[in-house]
């Protein structure tokens, strides 16, 4: 408790993370991308990049453990090679996301989402609607960016070609806090999926 007598609250959420190897090949695309005219955007520092399967948002430190509990009995022990592979945009012409998506075994990565889902749903965290569509952030878009220097990115994005990315071997999820700072955000892992992976 805090304090004020209140449950201190965390900014979660479940994700793989990247090989070092991998974040300094999106470093390098993000790179290319500003030399060629998308420098006006919120970049993902590297570090910070990963394939997210749930954002739970705000939630209270004492719900942690059960959260653990549940995400440890439902993923099962796996091995994945997965690979960036092609750039794309959310939100077509009045793009919002820039992104690269994930080749490799993906039909495993749907597999993990969905025994993610089947763990926190019972926690109260609704199901995602949306199919799971694997992918790492690589810039957000600003709100105030105008359509016509929007539908030039995403005329960007849709035309460029990137060059062959490593590939990686994941083998586990985490839960992962994000604490946001005035540099952008700070990741702390509290658990692994399965656990002493």
Same mark, same amino acid.
């Given at each position: 408790?805090?304090?004020?007598?209140?449950?201190?609250s965390?900014r979660? +959420?479940v994700a793989?993370e990247?090989? $070092?190897?991998?974040?300094?090949?999106?470093?390098?695309?993000q790179e290319e991308? =500003?030399?060629? /005219?998308a420098?006006?955007?919120?970049w993902v520092r590297?570090?910070?990049?990963?394939?997210t +399967?749930?954002f739970l948002g705000q939630?209270?430190?004492?719900?942690?453990?059960?959260?653990?509990?549940?995400l440890?009995s439902a993923?099962?022990?796996? #091995? @994945?090679? @997965?690979?960036?592979?092609?750039? /794309?945009?959310?939100?077509g012409a009045?793009? #919002?996301v820039v992104?690269?998506?994930?080749?490799? $075994?993906t039909?495993? @990565?749907? *597999?993990?989402?969905?025994q993610v889902?089947?763990?926190?749903?019972p926690?109260g965290? !609704?199901a995602e609607?949306? !199919? +799971? $569509?694997p992918?790492?952030?690589?810039?957000r878009v600003?709100?105030?960016? &105008? *359509?016509?220097? =929007?539908?030039?990115l995403?005329?960007l994005?849709?035309d460029h070609?990137l060059? &062959?990315?490593?590939?990686?071997i994941?083998t586990?999820?985490?839960?992962i806090q994000?604490?946001l700072?005035p540099?952008?955000s700070?990741?702390?892992?509290?658990?692994?999926?399965? &656990?002493?992976?």
């Amino acid at each position: 408790m805090t304090a004020a007598g209140r449950a201190e609250s965390l900014r979660l +959420f479940v994700a793989c993370e990247l090989s $070092d190897e991998i974040r300094a090949a999106l470093a390098r695309v993000q790179e290319e991308l =500003r030399q060629i /005219g998308a420098g006006k955007l919120r970049w993902v520092r590297p570090e910070g990049i990963h394939i997210t +399967f749930k954002f739970l948002g705000q939630v209270e430190s004492e719900r942690v453990p059960e959260m653990t509990a549940a995400l440890v009995s439902a993923i099962e022990p796996f #091995r @994945l090679r @997965l690979a960036p592979a092609r750039l /794309g945009g959310f939100g077509g012409a009045r793009i #919002r996301v820039v992104w690269v998506g994930v080749e490799g $075994d993906t039909d495993g @990565l749907a *597999a993990i989402a969905q025994q993610v889902e089947r763990a926190l749903t019972p926690l109260g965290y !609704p199901a995602e609607r949306r !199919p +799971f $569509d694997p992918h790492l952030t690589l810039a957000r878009v600003p709100d105030r960016m &105008p *359509a016509s220097e =929007r539908g030039r990115l995403a005329g960007l994005v849709r035309d460029h070609r990137l060059a &062959p990315l490593p590939s990686m071997i994941v083998t586990n999820v985490g839960l992962i806090q994000s604490v946001l700072g005035p540099g952008g955000s700070v990741y702390h892992k509290l658990a692994t999926f399965p &656990p002493g992976k």
